[in-house]
């Protein structure tokens, strides 16, 4: 007998609190005995409990029926299912309860994991079973009720829309992020919504769902793209300084790239050899040579012949008092992903391999490959095989006086080729050497990536913060790594203490903090308060250690060498998946 189960919870609070002992199908499936008459059965039924309050969601009572079946005796359907016999839960199908047919053990995945449990599997007789079945689960918990709790529930039977609703989801929530979708958008999303039930029959929801699609596909959607300078893919066309708000979208089977052309200097843009059509006009004021300026941008349309591709474009200008007659830059249109992260690590890896004092040959041609694969024309997939290259040959050259046999020589070495940290002009590294607060910031905020930040500093000492870490502790301050000490200032110049710099590390990543419980150094005790909840999560995830005697030092001056390897640790995803 082939059957079908589906089954999804809904992830409600009370069921949350109920939910003791879940059958996995497999397991319900073998364990259900045979029904002891013989009837008439469909070779395939699907069966969804939905939840009445929120028909967009099945109901959590599924996590207590199993092995959901219908058959036909007599003239009349009957739907069976068994019901686990916990929390005292009882169906009523139509306002009746079922006839009990059989009972049978089963084990299943409970909280405290695998335990016994009874189900009973009852026949409900129904008055039609094409249409929706309304029907009704109660169940007690006393140690969390002092009565009995219902849930209404609706029963459709062999509506196979699994796949499509899950879709029309999918495409609802798309549509929620557009800032700012036009009118047709709206009234469409409307209607999805409406339809995005599981009571919608099939062949409604699928058609919902193709309209839905059309309109949404129909949407200019902001995109990333790159204006790529036609003779040095490496840089982009200054032409994109007077483009804005680049889109695409998809009507009968064509895409459009839609792009906001700013009117100043007489700039027209060819795409694939073709002008665009307008379809907008508004005026704005942006930064011009002189200062704010008011300017008019003409919105156009291209179609084109295929958006996954590098495309070829071409953009004219005309400036009376600089030229005689207008210029033109060949540009490439790279459409839907930006790589401007991933092109910046090449650059730095770059630098850092450009930077080792008597490169190899090896290393020499590395670079060169490297150098050809910084374009804005490769995916970020690319240019990440191209970096990592790089690093690789670039480790194994980069060498210091003082770290031949220096405990954190591997993170050292790995941090200098991938430009997170670099060396001495005498050839050292100075790996115990102290680092101060505004050293390690700037590491933290280059290694980690923070975006830039133009707020002014608050802190008492803010003058006396060096020039060239300026911006990093404007980068440390807006992500709340750092609030600097109680009386206001920073100390830029001051060294890093261990405790410090597990604290801005945790903060950093924004990882939940652990209980100040779980330390077990020795000195625990002498952690101070504000830092103690940051070490042990810092410990937890593997991204700082203690000392020989398992001693945390926690007022310790942090080392280059500690620091390093903290950031390294950081950047690597492993370090963070200890639990």
């Known amino acids: 007998m082939n059957r079908r189960f589906v089954k999804t919870v809904t992830s409600l609070a009370v069921a949350a609190l109920l939910v003791g002992a879940v059958p996995t199908i497999a397991l319900a499936e073998t364990a259900a005995p045979t029904a002891a008459a013989t009837e008439q059965q469909t070779e395939k039924t699907i069966v969804h409990f939905i939840n009445s309050s929120k028909p967009a969601s099945l109901s959590s009572m599924v996590a207590y029926i199993a092995n959901p079946s219908v058959y036909v005796k007599d003239g009349v359907s009957y739907l069976r299912i068994d019901v686990q016999q916990v929390y005292d839960v009882k169906i009523t199908v139509e306002g009746k309860e079922g006839t009990k047919v059989a009972e049978y053990e089963a084990t299943v995945n409970g909280r405290n994991g695998e335990q016994k449990v009874t189900y009973f599997t009852l026949d409900y007789a129904l008055t039609d079973a094409t249409k929706v079945i309304e029907a009704e689960a109660s169940y007690f918990v006393p140690e969390y009720f002092t009565e009995p709790q219902k849930h209404g529930i609706y029963i459709s039977i062999n509506n196979d829309i699994d796949a499509s609703i899950k879709e029309l989801a999918a495409a609802i929530a798309e549509a929620k992020l557009i800032a700012e979708p036009s009118e047709s958008l709206k009234e469409a999303l409307a209607a999805a919504e409406k339809a995005n039930s599981y009571l919608t029959k099939k062949d409604e929801l699928e058609k919902a769902l193709k309209d839905f699609k059309a309109v949404l596909q129909a949407e200019p959607v ?17 032409m994109g300084t007077y483009l804005a708000n680049p889109k695409t979208y998809v009507k009968d089977g064509v895409t459009y790239f839609r792009v906001d052309v700013q009117q100043s200097y007489d700039v027209k843009v060819l ?31 291209y179609a084109l012949t295929d958006a996954n591709a590098v495309i070829e474009a071409s953009a004219s200008y005309f400036v009376p008092d600089v030229f005689e007659e207008p210029q033109s830059h060949n540009i490439k249109l790279v459409i839907g992903e930006d790589v401007e992260a991933s092109k910046a690590k090449l650059v730095k890896a770059i630098a850092a391999a450009e930077a080792v004092a008597e490169p190899s040959e090896a290393l020499q041609t590395a670079i060169k490959a490297a150098q050809e694969s910084n374009s804005y024309l490769l995916s970020n997939a690319e240019l990440q095989l191209a970096t990592e290259a790089l ?38 590294f100075k790996p115990d050497q102290s680092i101060t607060r505004a050293e390690f910031t700037k590491l933290l905020v280059e290694g980690l990536e923070l975006p830039a930040s133009s707020s002014e500093l608050s802190f008492t000492d803010a003058a006396d913060i060096p020039q060239w870490a300026q911006s990093y502790v404007k980068a440390a301050v807006q992500a709340g790594i750092t609030t600097g000490y109680q009386d206001g200032s920073f100390r830029a110049d001051g ?8 604290v801005m590390i945790v903060k950093a990543l924004d990882l939940e903090l652990e209980e100040a419980e779980a330390l077990s150094f020795e000195d625990a005790d002498s952690i101070p308060g504000f830092a103690q909840q940051h070490v042990a999560t810092a410990v937890k995830h593997g991204l700082i250690q203690g000392l ?20 390294l640790r950081a950047l690597a995803p492993a370090s963070l998946t200890q639990q």
């Open 222 to 238: 902001a995109v990333p793209v790159h204006y790529v300078n036609d003779a040095d893919a490496s840089k982009l066309s200054v």
């Open 271 to 301: 795409v694939e050899g073709k002008e665009g059509t307008k379809v907008a006009e508004y005026e704005t004021t942006v930064n011009g040579r002189t200062g704010p300026q008011q300017v008019t941008y003409f919105t156009f349309d």
């Open 391 to 428: 690093i690789a040959q670039t480790v194994k050259e980069v060498s210091f006086t003082d770290v031949t046999t220096h405990w954190a020589k591997e993170a050292i070495t790995n941090a200098v080729a991938t430009g997170v940290a670099g060396g001495y002009p005498d050839g050292s």
């Open 495 to 502: 060294a890093i203490t261990r405790a410090e710099m597990a």
């Open 548 to 567: 020989n005697g398992n001693k945390f030092a926690a007022d310790q001056q942090a080392s280059r060498a500690q620091a390093v390897t903290i950031i």
